[in-house]
């Protein structure tokens, strides 16, 4: 998984806790590296697990909540990294209906050795429903950002799954209302 995430992830930990917590749970994380992350590096995805693991035990919170959370915040984020691209929707419904086609293209030419998520929308009728599938179990991460990209557009529907796979790594969600 690219280093960007990760290099995210340790920015929410900062935001979330403060830096104090932020380094607990990297020393609690068991990494190899003790969390240090380049945007540029490459990284298994099972510690973007571990982190978030450590982070729940560490905060109390629920590991679904803390990766919804992150994922909206990372949402955020791709606004101001991203803003050319983010940039070229006016509603939520436009950009989540063109990650799969044109988004992840572009990440690909950004970054030729990522292996970004299948993401597919498709309206039905004021519903959009949103196909999330890939190799990371990271469907909770994916809730939150089309929940971000909703706020972000001021997109006032309401967000809910309709169906996950036990190990996270397939959901469908609809934006309905």
């Not at 190899?32 to 973007?48: F, L």
């Not at 063109?98 to 030419?109: A, L, R």
Request: charged share 25%; aromatic share 12%.
């Amino acid at each position: 998984m690219k280093g960007i995430v990760f290099s995210e992830m340790v920015g929410f930990l900062d935001k979330a806790g403060g830096p104090a917590f932020a380094e607990k749970v990297l020393g609690d994380a068991g990494l190899e590296h003790g969390g240090a992350y380049t945007r540029v590096g490459q990284y298994p995805w099972q510690e973007a697990v571990r982190v978030v693991e450590a982070a729940s035990r560490e905060s109390g919170a629920e590991f679904a909540d803390l990766c919804n959370q992150f994922g909206s915040y990372l949402f955020e984020r791709f606004t101001v990294l991203y803003a050319e691209i983010v940039g070229r929707y006016t509603t939520a419904e436009a950009l989540l209906s063109h990650v799969g086609d044109h988004i992840h293209e572009e990440v690909k030419v950004l970054y030729p050795d990522a292996r970004p998520p299948e993401v597919r929308a498709h309206s039905e009728g004021s519903t959009l429903r949103v196909e999330y599938s890939s190799h990371r179990p990271f469907a909770y991460i994916a809730h939150g950002l089309v929940a971000g990209a909703m706020k972000h557009f001021g997109d006032d529907r309401t967000l809910e799954w309709i169906t996950a796979s036990e190990d996270g790594s397939q959901a469908e969600f609809a934006l309905t209302g």
